[in-house]
């Protein structure tokens, strides 16, 4: 499979998602953003609605595909969810709206793709100075070293490596 020219990887939450614009194998840009300050960053990348107000360049190519974390309820965590809103999930379902609307490519990994990639070498190595330099500096919360992870999953699984 190729590489898209444009494409994200996303880690939602419910308070942060974790945000990494890749052009190819190279992550060019990471950001963790609100649920509604993301929402706002996908419209823009995929439809490139508002692409200035985002300082995204001018001569950005429109995304073509989302890889993002997908979320699901299990028994054993059942009752300690019980009244919850369930954000995240919610979060990933107006993702998937506006990709679907957009006619841009959905790629759901579980959370554990995403974290066994820290297993494998070169990232099991990593510290802090080198996932600053492959995040661009913005490591946030841990939602945007995540999002990077399910990025590198996705190039793991095609045969490619991040750059």
């Known amino acids: 499979m190729t590489i898209p020219d444009s494409w994200l990887s996303v880690d939602p939450g419910d308070m942060y998602v974790g945000y990494c614009r890749w052009a190819r194998t190279q992550c060019v840009e990471s950001h963790e953003y609100s649920p509604e300050d993301f929402i706002n ?26 890889v ?8 054993w965590n059942q009752k300690s969810l019980a009244g919850n809103e369930f954000k995240t999930s919610q979060l990933i379902g107006t993702l998937k709206y506006i990709c679907l609307r957009a006619g841009v490519e959905r790629v759901g990994q579980f959370a554990s793709q995403g974290k066994s990639t820290y297993n494998r ?6 510290r802090a100075r080198d996932w600053q330099a492959a995040l661009n500096g913005n490591i946030g919360r841990g939602h945007t070293k995540d999002a990077y992870a399910h990025g590198a999953e996705f190039l793991r699984t095609r045969g490619w490596r991040p750059a």
């Open 41 to 66: 960053r996908l419209e823009t990348d995929v439809c490139l609605l508002d692409a200035m107000y985002y300082g995204v360049p001018q001569n950005a190519s429109r995304v073509s595909l989302v």
């Open 68 to 75: 993002y974390e997908r979320w699901a309820l299990y028994a």
């Open 121 to 126: 070498a070169p990232f099991k190595h990593w």
